[in-house]
């Protein structure tokens, strides 16, 4: 009986390694936990509420992401805080994502269909809303949760939730452009904002990956001081 060769040995630990990587990232509620970590520190239960998931099962894909050494966790008395392990998963998920919406055809179609939602054309790259975060005449409005923004939010956005958006218009000057973002690349809060602003009479956008694309781009956050 042949015996394999120490280079075939060494070749599967490898490659078993890379696997573990790719079984982190096989589940779509481990993808949208991390997506909802590109905002700052979560607790399992803060997770489990913005991902609408129980939090048994929330804990248990977290304990995934870990054991993959994509997450990192911080104790505060009974509670756990997670939050990414680090800017280079940031990147390694941008990265992942881009390769996924220009590879697949699936994911093509469903990008598509996003598009067709109110709202879903009117987009700017984040390299033009870099240069129009030096224009006085733009103003950013971030539509996610009050909570969230507070975590952290681009700098200079001002913080309208998409609830709130309808009765707060007049908060907004009528000769400026507006730009809306919201969490990630597939969240669709922001473009309904814009169908509403647009209805509105305003000149607005949606940034294209929200606030997670900001990050995964090199974009810092600011956090609200308690």
Same mark, same amino acid.
């Given at each position: 009986?042949?015996?394999?060769?120490?280079?075939?040995? /060494?070749?599967?630990?490898?490659?078993? /390694?890379?696997?573990?990587?790719?079984?982190?990232?096989?589940?779509?509620?481990?993808?949208?936990?991390?997506?909802?970590?590109?905002?700052?520190?979560?607790?399992?239960?803060?997770? !489990?509420?913005? !991902?609408? /998931?129980?939090?048994?099962?929330?804990?248990?894909?977290?304990? /995934?992401?870990?054991?993959?050494?994509?997450?990192?966790?911080?104790?505060?008395?009974?509670?756990?805080?997670?939050?990414?392990?680090?800017?280079?998963?940031?990147?390694?998920?941008?990265?992942?994502?881009?390769?996924?919406?220009?590879?697949? !055809?699936?994911?093509?179609?469903?990008?598509?269909?996003?598009?067709?939602?109110?709202?879903?054309?009117?987009?700017?790259?984040?390299?033009?809303?870099?240069?129009?975060?030096?224009?006085?005449?733009?103003?950013?409005?971030?539509?996610?949760?009050?909570?969230?923004?507070?975590?952290?939010?681009?700098?200079?956005?001002?913080?309208?939730?998409?609830?709130?958006?309808?009765?707060?218009?007049?908060?907004?000057?009528?000769?400026?452009?507006?730009? !809306?973002?919201?969490?990630?690349?597939?969240?669709?809060?922001?473009?309904?904002?814009?169908?509403?602003?647009?209805?509105?009479?305003?000149?607005?956008?949606?940034?294209?990956?929200?606030?997670?694309?900001?990050?995964?781009?090199?974009?810092?956050?600011?956090?609200?001081?308690?």
């Amino acid at each position: 009986m042949n015996r394999p060769e120490p280079s075939e040995l /060494q070749d599967s630990g490898v490659y078993e /390694q890379l696997a573990r990587l790719g079984k982190a990232l096989s589940n779509p509620v481990r993808l949208r936990l991390l997506d909802l970590l590109e905002q700052g520190e979560h607790t399992v239960e803060e997770l !489990a509420r913005a !991902a609408e /998931q129980p939090v048994k099962n929330t804990s248990a894909q977290l304990q /995934q992401l870990r054991a993959a050494q994509l997450v990192e966790t911080r104790r505060e008395g009974v509670r756990i805080h997670y939050r990414l392990a680090g800017r280079k998963v940031s990147k390694f998920l941008g990265d992942f994502q881009g390769f996924a919406e220009e590879t697949l !055809a699936e994911m093509k179609v469903e990008l598509a269909e996003l598009s067709r939602q109110p709202g879903g054309l009117q987009r700017i790259s984040i390299k033009e809303f870099r240069q129009r975060l030096r224009d006085d005449q733009t103003v950013i409005i971030d539509v996610r949760a009050a909570e969230e923004f507070a975590r952290g939010h681009i700098p200079g956005a001002v913080s309208i939730p998409l609830a709130e958006l309808r009765q707060r218009m007049d908060e907004l000057p009528d000769d400026h452009d507006v730009i !809306a973002y919201c969490e990630g690349p597939y969240c669709f809060a922001s473009g309904k904002a814009v169908d509403q602003l647009e209805r509105a009479g305003f000149p607005v956008r949606r940034l294209d990956g929200g606030l997670a694309r900001w990050v995964r781009s090199g974009g810092r956050l600011q956090a609200t001081t308690p």
